[in-house]
């Protein structure tokens, strides 16, 4: 099976230091005075291995990191999506994301995610050919679909249809075969909205309106979406764009919850229909993807700004978290953020203001002036102004997250292929540190 070729050091062409002999890092264990010669790789990394050679006795399992939700710990190397969190900075194959939102198409920057490069024209239209000709689903698919309650949310549908798929293609399982895994790749980026819009028309009882091979991928899911009857549906093209620039801006985002969740299972060899049901669960969740329909539930429930203070005060008592606000990588405003709110400003020119919006603008306005945000390196991040735009786009909050896991597909397809082929990759499989009962003898039920 072809493999990159396996790294030394960390792989990457940002590894002269680890060539460096005075790159170490000499640590002094004081239970035993023994001293240890550390290698540092790229930057400041140390391998996590080299810590188990610290022992107390020989018999000793060694030295391990204690890292709870992975806020210093590098589960691998990559090359697909740089975030520099303290500059605000979000790169996609070294690209800067202003420039491909101002410029680029969604699937000129799905190729380039999942490629390396940005497409030549010819690449470009295969690419756009082959995502158009798989959109429809086996109509088996419609069948799953009804079995759902009218009122079921939209991610649990999806969730549910991204992992049946997997049964309609069991030759997915061959993740080692490079064009078996193009092909699947290309089926779930081509059928995505498609699932999307299945579950919205089945949550309004609406029939489902088959994909339109003539029309740009976002054009094609607003059709779907919102068809009604024989009539043509022309999307305003401003917001067809704006949802181009949204999916551009959500299509990867490195070692995020769901795309380690992709990776986590990916690495026990599942088929990626599976892998990606996985990371769809995990982007479900309010602190991830979910935030987007959290941040509208919130400013819907603030309702106006007279209610503005009370909220906050129950922000800073800690009872409450202003969603949309906040980031593990950022500690500086969100790149994405400030892209969306000048796409907001377009789409409210063609829908109309959101009354929201106001709520939201002070809000933010609030939290960059007071003290306890900005002690936390509190920024609005991508989800704080995307639900607006949403909602004046006439999206249902359900659909929020679906709207994050269609572009993130890609994000997420990439990191699983860039898994795949690493061979510094096993199994994920974590230490835990063990707190429970020493050993105990079994006691019967009637002697308890
Ligand atoms: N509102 C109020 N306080 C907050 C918030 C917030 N949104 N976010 C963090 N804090 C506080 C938190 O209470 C803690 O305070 P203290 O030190 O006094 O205990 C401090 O800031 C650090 O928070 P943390 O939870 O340790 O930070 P984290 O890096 O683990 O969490 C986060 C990052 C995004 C989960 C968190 O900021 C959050 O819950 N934000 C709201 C949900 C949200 O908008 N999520 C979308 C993230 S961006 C897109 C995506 O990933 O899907």
């Given at each position: ?16 230091m ?19 010669e550390?290698?540092?790789?790229d ?25 709870p ?51 030549t ?22 069948t ?65 309106v ?10 094609n899911?607003?059709?779907?979406l919102?068809?009604i ?20 801006l ?8 769901s795309t ?6 990916g ?16 982007l ?6 979910g ?9 819907t429930?603030i309702?106006t ?6 909220f ?6 800690g ?9 593990r990588?950022?500690?500086a ?23 929201l ?13 007071e ?16 639900g ?6 006439g999206?249902?909050?359900?659909l ?13 397809l990439?990191?699983w ?32």
């Open positions: 099976m072809p493999r990159e070729p396996s790294t030394p050091g960390l792989a990457g062409p940002r590894n002269a680890s060539n460096n002999s005075s790159s170490t890092l000499t640590i002094t264990d004081n239970r035993t005075q023994r001293e240890y550390i290698r540092i790789l930057g400041d990394v140390i391998r996590a291995m080299d810590l188990r050679q610290i022992k107390v006795r020989d018999e000793d399992f060694g030295m391990m990191a204690y890292d939700g992975f806020t210093n710990t590098a589960f691998t190397t990559s090359r697909i999506t740089d975030v520099k969190g303290s500059k605000g900075i979000l790169e996609y194959r070294g690209y800067p994301i202003e420039q491909l939102a101002e410029q680029a198409t969604f699937l000129e920057v799905a190729s380039l995610i999942l490629n390396g490069e940005l497409p024209r010819e690449e470009l239209d295969q690419f756009v050919h082959d995502v158009t000709f798989h959109t429809y689903v086996h109509e088996n698919v419609t799953i679909l009804q079995g759902f309650r009218y009122d079921a949310h939209a991610m649990g549908m999806m969730i549910s249809t991204v992992a049946a798929l997997s049964t309609f293609y069991p030759e997915a399982k061959e993740v080692d075969d490079p064009e078996n895994r193009r092909i699947q790749i290309t089926r779930l980026l081509a059928k995505m909205p498609t699932l999307a819009a299945f579950a919205y028309r089945h949550h309004k009882g609406l029939p489902y088959y994909p339109e091979n003539g029309l740009s991928y976002t054009a899911f607003l059709n779907m919102f068809r009857g024989g009539r043509e549906y022309k999307p305003n093209p401003v917001l067809e764009r704006a949802l181009d620039v949204l999916f551009i959500h299509a990867d985002h490195e070692q995020n919850c380690t969740a992709m990776r986590v299972i690495s026990s060899r599942v088929d990626p229909f599976s892998a990606l049901a996985g990371a769809m669960a995990a479900y969740g309010p602190l991830h993807g935030a987007n329909e959290a941040v509208l539930r919130m400013l429930e309702g700004r007279d209610n503005i203070p009370d906050m005060d129950s922000v800073r008592r009872e409450r978290r202003l969603m949309g606000f906040g980031h990588v950022y500690k405003y969100d790149p994405r953020a400030s892209i969306i709110k000048r796409t907001a400003e377009e789409v409210f020119e063609v829908t109309g203001r959101n009354p919006l106001d709520i939201a603008l002070e809000l933010e306005q609030i939290a960059l002036q003290e306890y945000f900005i002690q936390r390196n509190l920024y609005p991040n991508v989800d704080f102004y995307s607006l735009i949403y909602q004046a786009m999206f249902p909050v359900e929020f997250p679906v709207l994050f896991a269609i572009p993130r597909t890609v994000g997420w990439a990191q292929e860039e898994m795949v082929v690493d061979r510094e990759q096993k199994i994920a499989r974590p230490r835990q540190v063990f707190m429970g009962h020493p050993r105990r003898d079994y006691v019967p039920i009637d002697s308890r």
